[in-house]
């Protein structure tokens, strides 16, 4: 049964699969505008079960439109930390901003106007138009085109961003217009929990319509070409705490990776001599230095091999840096690999001074 010449048929089963089986997920609760923009910026790159409590504090702290423009950026990324990809955040709030400034706090119900938003790609645009408005517009992440792919036999490689036009013109011909919402989340559904890269084809409520399926080929697609090998970095972290109790930490740039995370002195480098690296690159001398923690921190296009240490300093901050109380260094927003070593310099000062 070929999927466009059934495409009523094909509406049907999936919109009622969906309304019958769709997780119980905190943003299909609602209908705002708002939350459904925050929860699909959440949801990009990251796993469901890790943006659920996420979400919840983040719509706790920021419930409106107007709180998440007022607020002060360090608040967002404080709200954000450990979510990664912190540019999401930053630019969430931006496009907020633009929203109360210059449509008096309602978001856009078009595409062109909503596409305009800082960091609203074509995907979070259709996705909010159609979830929380009811527009039919195109929603075309990984998981859709890997359902299409299969459905229709598109044998286009992912990877190249042109091949996403593709997608989106098939879904346009597809969509329920009745109900977008349902139809949309319907295919994000399908490829999250049935249509996965190991598929359940057995399970699928859209089986007869599929081709890849048909043809015993529903493991070849999509097509995919591989990333180019991730580069690995040596990092060396450096957790220095003066004779007050206090620890040192500076801001990252504005712009760039981790933007305006707060760091403990950091430098690429598999050095040894943690002494020598300490006073060389950061001007001053440390004591007392013991290893903290190794672990490996991934970004989506390299790898830092992180080697950490603890050290006391008699010191005062150098430039660029501050000393922070404990409770202060709890309040910064920090990223993952400085959250862990924190977590560990930490315990180990409690161990410390219970001995």
């Known amino acids: 049964m070929r999927l466009i010449e059934h495409k009523k048929e094909f509406r049907k089963a999936l919109i009622e699969w969906y309304l019958r089986e769709k997780r119980d997920l905190p943003w299909r609760r609602t209908s705002d505008p708002y939350s459904i923009w925050v929860s699909e910026v959440m949801l990009q790159q990251t796993r469901v079960d ?38 999401r955040g930053r630019n969430l709030q931006a496009g907020v901003r633009e929203v109360v400034e210059l449509y008096g706090s309602e978001i856009p119900q078009n595409r062109q106007e909503i596409s305009k938003l800082k960091g609203v790609g074509p995907y979070t645009a259709g996705a909010v138009l159609s979830i929380a408005f009811g527009v039919p517009e ?37 969509i329920d217009k009745k109900d977008p919402s349902s139809f949309n989340q319907g295919l994000m ?23 890849a399926f048909h043809e015993g080929r529903q493991h070849e697609l999509p097509v995919k070409s591989k990333k180019t090998k991730m580069k690995t970095v040596p990092m060396q972290v450096f957790a220095i705490r003066n004779l007050q109790g206090k620890w040192l930490m500076k801001q990252r740039p504005e712009k760039g990776l981790l933007a305006n995370m707060w760091d403990f002195p950091m430098i690429e480098n598999d050095m040894n001599d943690v002494e020598d690296v300490v006073r060389i690159h950061f001007g001053m001398n ?51 690999p400085m959250q862990k070593i924190w977590t560990e310099a930490k315990r180990k000062e409690e161990k410390n001074s219970s001995e």
């Open 138 to 174: 195109h929603a075309v992440d990984g998981n859709v085109m890997r359902v299409m792919s299969r459905l229709l036999l598109i044998e286009e490689d992912i990877a190249i961003p042109k091949t996403k036009k593709i997608f989106e013109s098939v879904i346009m011909e597809l």
């Open 50 to 87: 890790t943006v659920i409590p996420y979400y919840e504090r983040f719509l706790s702290k920021f419930p409106t439109l107007a709180d998440l423009a007022k607020a002060p950026e360090e608040e967002v990324l404080k709200m954000w930390e450990g979510l990664g990809y912190y540019s």
């Open 286 to 336: 440390v004591e007392h230095q013991k290893p903290l923690i190794d672990f490996k921190h991934i970004f989506s296009h390299l790898t830092w091999d992180m080697t950490s240490y603890v050290a006391l300093t008699d010191e005062d901050a150098p430039e660029g840096y501050m000393f922070f109380s404990p409770e202060e260094v709890d309040g910064l927003p920090k990223a993952v």
């Open 189 to 211: 559904e399908l490829g999250a929990t049935i249509c996965t890269p190991n598929p359940k084809c057995l399970l699928c409520p859209v089986r007869d319509f599929c081709e």
